[in-house]
């Protein structure tokens, strides 16, 4: 699975499979411009807002006043707005339904009365699949508001992650050479006048761009169509290749199965209700053959990871069937999807501010992928090693936790002399409580024993001692110097 930069500017290329055509009015093509005015928090000072900047990119218009977008172009926005392809017009806009994972967004204009204009815009009709080697049209924004179609072809479809890491959606590759645009953040792609994909990355140098299939905007809508968005279901295993000849021996799998192990089963999901359990192999699903790399052959795109029968077919609450071997004995079982549980550590927090705690100096926060993506583009190498393991085994982290609290930094103060150096140990007791979640952390707070905050982390030095009385002033003091809160804690 090939994953591509989202953040990307298009350099002015008119060369390659793809082209330049004629484009009819941007009304008639279905666009309008979105400007969005975003601002995240800091990752190593979770109090503080970093500074806003904007964001600005297309959006395909739909029936309703609806207008499909990416999540990125809506994700940490103080200020969306809707302009028309000219700039002449424009109105404030909210967000209608958002899924960070599949990296798709549905807005609405804030008040349709004022918004006349968007009436006058050719809604886009929803496409059906596009086969491999046709031809897609995506679209662009001139600054003077024309319409910029280039063409290009559909070389391969693959499950690809394009802005949350770690969630795969059918997506294609398109071969085409885009132009320079000041629109170019997010891009509609149709094929025969008809919504096809929304653009999510694009790879100047290969002139390759990722486009998310018809078939997960399909889902995406159907279940914004109630006004009660759910989100994609997930079965909740995690899965091991079964290429290994020995492996496939002592499982006692014959030459001509492939199938996946199942080394874990997440608690309350699909897997867990349905019977499954650790150690089985799952050798089908809904009737799909997977082979040992849990690939299964689809009958429009060639083979897909298994993942897709769940996600690019499935609704929650939708059942599938898997076969499956147990202790050498086939069996079959029945699944109802169900949404993805949220795990230990979030792979995002967008859209609400970091939890934090400070206490005397210590700075303590719940662990999130997206923190850990804060230490830079090699980030699985350059944050913090027990962390990273936590993220990439969370079982061992689980049990009585509903989040991984960790202190992040020490601010030195008289009550912390002698921790300076100390930052991104795991917190697993306060005061002789555990630490479950952030709210616990601050519950065990308020009850020092013999005047002293006694808290227990997992490496060197093991065990930290906060003077009570000492932190408290130092607390005020913060606040004194400018500390907006001394906490923010999850409701």
């Given amino acids: 699975m090939n994953l591509r930069p989202l953040f990307f500017l298009f350099p002015l290329l008119l060369l390659g ?10 009304d008639e093509a279905g666009l309008i411009r979105i400007n969005a005015t975003i601002q995240t928090y800091s990752p190593a000072q979770p109090w503080e807002r970093n500074n806003p900047s904007r964001r600005r990119g297309l959006g395909a218009v739909l029936n309703d006043l609806r207008i499909l977008t990416t999540a990125e172009m809506v994700a940490d926005t103080t200020y969306l707005e809707l302009e028309s392809a000219d700039g002449t017009r424009n109105t404030p806009a909210k967000v209608v339904a958002v899924d960070y994972e599949a990296n798709l967004a549905l807005v609405s204009p804030v008040d349709p009365a004022q918004c006349a204009w968007i009436k ?13 080697d ?3 049209d995506i679209w662009q924004l001139e600054d003077n508001g024309n319409a910029l179609r280039t063409v290009g072809t559909v070389r391969s479809v693959d499950l690809l992650s394009s802005f949350v890491e770690g969630h795969f959606f059918l997506s294609y590759e398109v071969k085409a050479s885009m132009q320079g645009s000041s629109s170019s953040y997010t891009l509609p792609a149709t094929r025969n006048g008809k919504l096809a994909g929304i653009l999510t990355s694009y790879d100047s140098k290969d002139q390759i761009c990722d486009v998310l299939a018809p078939e997960i905007i399909a889902i995406f809508l159907q279940d914004v169509a109630d006004g009660n968005y759910t989100g994609f279901p997930s079965l909740g295993v995690a899965t091991v290749l079964t290429e290994d000849p020995y492996f496939r021996a002592f499982l006692g799998l014959n030459d001509e199965q492939g199938g996946l192990y199942v080394s874990r089963i997440l608690p309350g999901s699909g897997a867990d209700e349905s019977g499954l359990q650790e150690k089985d192999v799952i050798l089908a699903i809904d009737g799909n053959p997977l082979d040992r790399r849990g690939y299964y052959l ?22 599938i069937t898997l076969d499956i071997i147990r202790d050498g004995e086939a069996k079959s079982l029945t699944a109802v999807l169900q949404r993805r549980v949220e795990p230990l550590i979030p792979s995002h927090i967008h859209d609400q501010p970091p939890a934090y705690l400070i206490k005397g100096g210590l700075v303590f926060q719940d662990l999130s992928q997206q923190y850990l993506q804060a230490f830079g583009k ?9 962390l990273l393991d936590a993220l990439r085994n969370p079982e061992d982290y689980e049990e009585g936790r509903n989040r ?31 630490v479950k979640d952030m709210n616990s952390l601050a519950e065990a707070f308020q009850h020092p024993v013999d005047g002293l905050h006694t808290i227990k982390i997992d490496d060197i030095p ?9 932190s408290d002033a130092v607390d005020q003091q913060l606040l004194q110097s400018g500390l907006p809160a001394l906490q923010r804690l999850p409701e």
């Fill in 134 to 136: 046709e031809q897609i």
């Fill in 17 to 26: 499979s793809g082209s330049l055509a004629a484009a009819p009015d941007a």
């Fill in 462 to 470: 093991y065990v930290l001692y906060l003077d009570a009385t000492l």
């Fill in 120 to 132: 006058d815009i050719k809604p886009l009709q929803t496409n059906g699949p596009v086969d491999i």
């Fill in 378 to 386: 090699e980030w699985q190498t350059r944050a913090p090693l027990n």
């Fill in 298 to 319: 689809d009958q429009r795109y060639g083979r897909l990871f298994w993942t897709n029968l769940i996600t690019g077919r499935k609704k929650v609450g939708d059942s």
């Fill in 404 to 434: 991984l609290v960790f202190l992040s930094r020490v601010v030195a103060t008289p009550a912390t002399i002698g921790y300076d150096q100390i930052a991104s140990l795991i917190v697993t007791e306060v005061n002789g409580r555990p």
